[in-house]
């Protein structure tokens, strides 16, 4: 079993500056593929404490990943730093520098002594290519042959590099066989219930499967990780697993890719070529603003009418005053007249209406802060279902919201509400 | 200069399950108390490596913040191996045990033996009580009166514990002199600019006084932190440095308080008892998210027309065909109709409309992605700009939804645009 550290370099960090996700990030990929990281550390950008982590990491693990203290203007502490550790010098990569002042002549400036810095590498380490960026990575090795990866903070920079020259390197030079992930995302139900669906098949996955639970505000990510030198047994032992899988949570399962919840519903509108529309009035245009995040959306996505007042609901979406009176705006009556007009208004195929108690405030004893009433509406009619949910705004605004999401895929696909 | 390691104890960290926030917020904290945190170290619920990671970092470090490996389940391996390393015993805690019963019982629940055993704390240490949940924190000196602080990784009860407990006894006992904090928040400008413009000032500030520049997309957080044994003088001074400051950021500054665009101008609708609608296309709710994102909001917000597309920027909003046909979407005058049809449609005092290229595709010579028209409505007239951002759509909409919200603001303030 290979082991990693996850180490970041900057004061950034060590000030609460900047949120470090590289390390979640690394440790999602490295155990994807085998790798166990036993320790993650942010060190200052200062010599003496990079080489003191990295010779105690060494003690412990075979990989170690690090991340940032290579912007022109921290380059050198830490590429010094390595060389120094190394025992190597560093020499001009003159591909690099030329690779350098077309990337910053692309952009209409021209390169200064910092960023000719950039195309200085260590003499004995092999070259981790930057298609992103200005600052390379280097991979190392020490005397017992055991690695250590340097790469830019920039996440984007940064795993691009993995993703592209990293994890092959790794798994063609010291993991020898081929592995295998499939994803399947969930919605609408916590992990224990889903390992109480799937105990049984659990433990009896093959010995060189592992699964792990991924959760998220009202989601489940299930990776299947698995490793075998046989790839055509491993490739349909690992098709029979997620069908198997897939049966067993069919219930909460809302994609088998590893994709959001409104990119799972915007390509199903696109394969029925449908269009929809929001009206929202708890969820004040997350919805909207959750089906705009995906590329592409104006192709089904025509709009929405935020419906924060009763004033709106009334005059923009036609909900009878009446209605609003002897029901309330929380009701189910709301929502269905809410998601039936905005349909109409917007000239939509399907459309989604919410109204509820966002919090902190507002609730009452019939309509406790956390009630949501959400409809949607389509060809064959309008749905509704009444949802509680807890006392924190934020969270109620996007669990309301993927609800939202998830009943309109529900009836895209005639199932049960 | 009093130093920390802020230390996380969890296999969900190392699996990349979840991400590690508590560490970003305990390093803002330390900081802002004047304790440098000269490293952040995550190591798994195993009993060497915590003790391992503890030798360390006593080497180097003043004081040990250690998050997580409290929960009821994982609670023996944490407190026997602090036990352990700091050569004490469990004792039963008897106020405790009664505390966990009624905690228990007002949720209808009895308590377990995994639970009695969040009553046991090791003898010869201080006890920090968890108002919000069941495992209590630890306060450990060793020989050489170094601290060892142990709290639960769930982030709103750490962060209770030490903003009731922790961060007052340690400003008491070894801070001993008055710390004070004043944050400015900056809109629509980079770290380098804000440099520049308070170069001066910075340097002349008083020795006691510590300057960050916290930077978010579009945004950055400038906090002035000061100790000084005269609280009169600290507080003098402050106020003094805080009103240079605000004069030299002043086209940036858009609030001296701690808090979100969206809450200041959330406050100076309030304020203007005036209320505001929205019209957007290319940041697809996410403005209308925005506003609605602050509780109470329903006071002076009254919805949106989300209109993706050009059906409904004509239909609903009422933008003349022609317009659209000679000038484009994306222009100016469509913005300004939107702006205006909105405010009139919803009856508010104000409204923000904007129009844009989000991308990632869709761009054009004259207008490429990252093209974003906005403008503002107001009992006075509309006023309308364009701004240029990148190529990336989820910064697009982010930072066009902030603009829009910062053009109001000026508006309010009847500040140039």
Redesign the interface.
């Given at each position: 079993m290979l082991k990693a550290e996850v180490m970041?370099i900057g004061d950034e960090?060590?000030?609460?500056?900047?949120?470090?996700?590289n390390?979640?990030?690394?440790?999602?990929?490295l155990?994807a593929i085998g790798i166990?990281?036993?320790?993650?550390?942010?060190?200052?950008d200062q010599k003496l404490?990079i080489i003191d982590?990295v010779s105690?990491a060494f003690e412990r693990v075979d990989f170690i990943f690090i991340t940032g203290g290579l912007g022109p203007t921290k380059d050198d502490i830490t590429k010094h730093t390595l060389c120094e550790y190394f025992e190597t010098e560093l020499i001009l990569d003159e591909k690099r520098l030329e690779q350098l002042k077309r990337f910053f002549e692309e952009r209409g400036l021209s390169v200064n002594p910092l960023n000719i810095g950039q195309a200085m590498r260590p003499k004995n380490c092999h070259n981790i290519e930057n298609l992103k960026g200005t600052a390379n990575g280097m991979w190392f090795e020490n005397k017992a042959k055991k690695v250590l990866i340097s790469m830019p903070g920039v996440p984007y920079e940064m795993k691009e590099m993995m993703i592209k020259s990293v994890i092959p390197k790794i798994t063609t030079e010291y993991l020898g066989q081929p592995i295998l992930h499939h994803t399947l995302r969930t919605f609408g139900t916590g992990e224990s219930v889903i390992a109480e669906h799937i105990g049984d098949w659990e433990e009896a996955l093959p010995p060189y499967f592992k699964l792990?639970?991924?959760?998220n505000v009202g989601q489940v990510r299930l990776r299947l990780t698995a490793s075998h030198p046989n790839l055509k047994q491993l490739t349909n032992e690992m098709t029979l697993q997620v069908t198997q899988l897939t049966k067993l949570i069919s219930n909460f399962l809302y994609t088998d890719k590893d994709e959001e919840l409104e990119a799972t519903v915007g390509a199903l509108l696109l394969s029925k070529q449908a269009s929809v529309a929001?009206a929202?009035s708890c969820t004040?245009?997350?919805?909207?603003?959750k089906?705009?995040?995906i590329?592409?959306?104006?192709a089904y996505?025509?709009?929405?009418?935020?419906?924060?007042?009763n004033?709106?609901k009334e005059q923009?979406l036609q909900v009878p005053k009446e209605v609003i009176k002897s029901k309330g705006a929380v009701s189910e009556e709301t929502v269905k007249a809410m998601a039936q007009n905005v349909k109409k208004?917007?000239?939509t195929d399907y459309a989604i209406s919410t109204s509820g108690v966002?919090?902190?405030?507002g609730g009452s004893q019939e309509k406790p802060v956390g009630t949501i009433w959400i409809a949607v509406a389509g060809p064959n009619g309008v749905l509704s279902k009444r949802i509680l949910m807890g006392k924190d705004?934020?969270r109620n605004?996007h669990l309301g919201s993927l609800h939202g999401l998830n009943l309109l895929r529900k009836m895209l696909l005639n199932e049960p509400f």
């Open positions: 970041a960090l060590l000030i609460g500056q900047v949120l470090n996700t390390a979640q990030w690394l440790a999602q990929e155990n166990t990281v036993v320790q993650m550390t942010t060190v200052p404490a982590a105690a792990a639970y991924l959760p929001t929202e004040g245009g997350y919805i909207a603003h089906l705009t995040s590329p592409g959306s104006s996505f025509k709009g929405s009418v935020v419906a924060y007042s004033q709106i923009v208004l917007y000239q966002a919090g902190p405030d705004r934020s605004i």
